[in-house]
């Protein structure tokens, strides 16, 4: 299922940035729309964007190995500083040569800074200036993250993209605390610089905060830019905010931000978000969701997710998506997938090569649209097959303000009438 590179027949970059690690060629723009196709160069591969990176948490994918996912044509994948720190440790990493060797990953790795678990883990967390102590999920014991350990494993790691070290609250916080963990989190970035040892070899990302306070997060981008990183990451959202305040961050920050770098919204994976959030000019995703939820059994497709385990699906000859040429839909049917979902491992395995291969295509399909300056088109289609005419009014919203009107009739007559809904769950179908 590997492709080579679709923008091969394009000309000269539009516009392009050049770090000493990282060089980002912005290829092919929507005439109508912030969404852009680019080619990002990185020291293990080039990647092309927009790009969705599955999450291997733990240096692997559950249900799945590296060369499969080579398969499935994945460019970059992510792993957590936090999780790697404790176990198998930044000495056995860097005596390894890596995570790209220790994990045989030939292609682009990123690494999160280890943030994200004060919110995940936070009864188990105390922040202070100096950072964040945890207890160990692994034997129990005390320890102190602070900016320049969160640098010193990701540097022992060797990803491409490294994460800062930022102060995370929930994105559903208010009050003093969110301004209090924006400026925090530029003063561990600046921390973060001054401790990276390998500029040539790994690229930091700052990530801009602020909680959903327009004015905060406008700060935080500003500040951000002023330090001229490779490219910059959107944070602290997808934490079960009200949708049409999260697309607003992300539209106000893609504005400020560098037109000629990478945007990378973390912890987005619904495949809405990612058709809404390349049209608002984001280049990178990444989300445990098409992994996690296929170990439930869901089967990920244009309409919204497939249950396997209902019994419906128990004579069901037909494989998950006649459209799909991934190895599970090429060779396993519906029927066969409900006798082994969440009970084998050969289930799990399955509907998680599917479910990549949906992602993958998915962001395929947005990058050729966006080549061919027909995305508008692809995200009515796109929305009229996953919602029909009930699309939530935040992603009518969301694309309104990026010029796609979908209430007023295209030329094959589709019209939304949107609904005052959150859609924060994944639709079954």
Known sequence: MTTGDEFAHLGAPLESSTSPALRFEVLARCSTTRARASRMHLPHYTARTPMFMPVGTMGSIKGITPKQLEDLDCHVILGNTYHLGSQPGPELL?????????MAWGRGL?????????????KLAKITED???FENPHDGKMMMLTPEMSIGVQNAIGADIMMQLDDVVSSLTTGPRVEEAMWRSIRWLDRSIKAHKRPGEQNL????????????????????VRRGAPGYAIGGLSGGEAKGAFWRMVALSTGILPTSKPRYCMGVGYAEDLVVCSALGVDMYDCVFPTRTARFGNALVRTGSLSLRQGRFRDDTRPIDSDCTCLTCANYSRAYLHTSVTRETTGCHLVTVHNIAFQMRLMRDIR????????????????????????PLWIVQALQSVGVDLTTPDATGYVAAPIDSDFQKEPNV
Do not use: K, N, Y
């Open 94 to 102: 860097e005596e390894a040569g890596g995570l790209h060797r220790f």
């Open 110 to 122: 990123l690494t999160d800074s280890g943030g994200f678990q004060m919110v995940s883990l936070l």
């Open 131 to 133: 950072g964040v102590e």
């Open 205 to 224: 990302f700052p990530i801009v905060q602020g909680g959903l306070d327009p004015a905060l997060r406008t700060l935080s981008a500003q500040e951000l």
């Open 368 to 391: 050729e649209a966006i080549v061919a300056d027909r995305f508008p088109q692809f995200v009515r289609s796109f929305m009229e097959t996953r919602f029909g005419r009930t699309v």
